[in-house]
Nanobody, 115 residues
Framework: QVQLVESGGGLVQPGGSLRLSCAASVNIFRFNAMGWYRQAPGKQRELVAA???????NYADSVKGRFTISRDTARDTVYLQMNSLKPEDTALYYC?????????WGQGTQVTVSS
């Protein structure tokens, strides 16, 4: 059974940094793509960043130049390094993985950017 477990969220001041981790219970090479989504209160869930099995990355315009997605295949873990955080980055961040036509989601980790 596929499980995705996120960690690394928390409270940070504007301009600060956080690194989110998503540990998979299976070899991440089985996934076509992995990524991070976020959902703020009253808003739809949106894609933040994703990486394909071939290593191609894409980012939401709002985070380009500030966030970096990476993966450690030896640890079956995907990371999201978030720098220069803004209050509008406050949201529940979810790890996502796709294998064929199946989607898998983590439970989410809260990121709050506030002074």
């Amino acid at each position: 059974q596929v499980q995705l477990v996120e960690s690394g969220g928390g409270l940070v001041q504007p301009g600060g940094s956080l690194r989110l981790s998503c540990a998979a219970s299976v070899n991440i090479f089985r996934f076509n793509a992995m990524g991070w989504y976020r959902q703020a209160p009253g808003k739809q869930r949106e894609l933040v960043a994703a990486v394909t099995g071939g290593g191609t990355t894409n980012y939401a315009d709002s985070v380009k130049g500030r966030f970096t997605i990476s993966r450690d295949t030896a640890r079956d873990t995907v990371y999201l390094q978030m720098n220069s955080l803004k209050p509008e980055d406050t949201a529940l961040y979810y790890c996502h993985a796709r294998s064929g036509v199946r989607d898998y989601w983590g439970q989410g980790t809260q990121v709050t950017v506030s002074s």
